[in-house]
């Protein structure tokens, strides 16, 4: 897949047109996830567009033929206490929603990117994560950023649903949608 950023937000956030976002904005969106850890994996539900990804623990490198996919192909697994996730094979997309604070900064990622997360509990209610980008298409060098995320053992999963009958996706309205909206 092959995105070319217009500058429009509306247009390049794939939000906007009830498409996924990816693995690097959905791990830190706001909305509730459950981690479900088995002997040989980690299931990790996501609340928002009901994602869910199979990270497998039990030593398996990637395939050698990864399909890009919005979540990309993860494999996972423990050094010491922290848990090390490994994804490739994400599809060309957007990196995080900076453009919802500078649209002018928006930041698209090739699908050569490798992500690395790091997760380890940093007291009992706290879990400290970080990611680690590389993408030699787009960067000089590989970076890392820290977040911390918190357990809320009372939330539950809701079901989340992307807006239905969007007749104005990626903002593209014709001239008898736009009057419609004006009326509503």
């Known amino acids: 897949m092959n995105r070319l950023a217009t500058g429009d937000p509306i247009k390049d956030d794939p939000t906007a047109g009830c498409l996924p976002n990816g693995l690097t904005r959905q791990i ?10 088995t002997p040989i994996q980690i299931v990790v539900l996501y609340e928002y ?18 399909e890009p996919t919005w979540m990309g192909d993860s494999v996972g697994k423990w ?17 995080d929603a900076t453009h919802d604070s500078r649209p002018d900064q928006l930041r698209i990622h090739s699908n050569q990117i490798h992500v690395i ?5 940093i007291d ?14 787009i ?3 590989p970076w890392s950023q820290d977040f ?26 014709t001239e008898s949608d736009v009057q419609k909206t004006s009326r509503e």
């Open 79 to 95: 050094d010491g206490d922290t848990l090390v996730i490994d994804t490739i094979g994400l599809n060309e997309w957007m990196l």
């Open 28 to 37: 830190l969106s706001p909305y509730a996830q459950q981690w479900i850890q």
């Open 49 to 66: 567009m009901h994602f869910f990804r199979v990270i497998p623990t039990d030593g398996r490198p990637h395939p050698k033929d990864v």
């Open 139 to 141: 960067f000089t060098a």
């Open 124 to 137: 009992t209610t706290t879990v400290s994560y970080q990611v680690t980008i590389d993408d030699p298409r």
């Open 117 to 121: 997360e790091r997760l380890r509990y």
């Open 148 to 173: 911390e995320m918190k357990l809320h053992p009372t939330w539950k999963i809701f079901e989340f649903v992307c807006e239905q009958n969007n007749r104005c996706i990626f903002g593209k309205c």
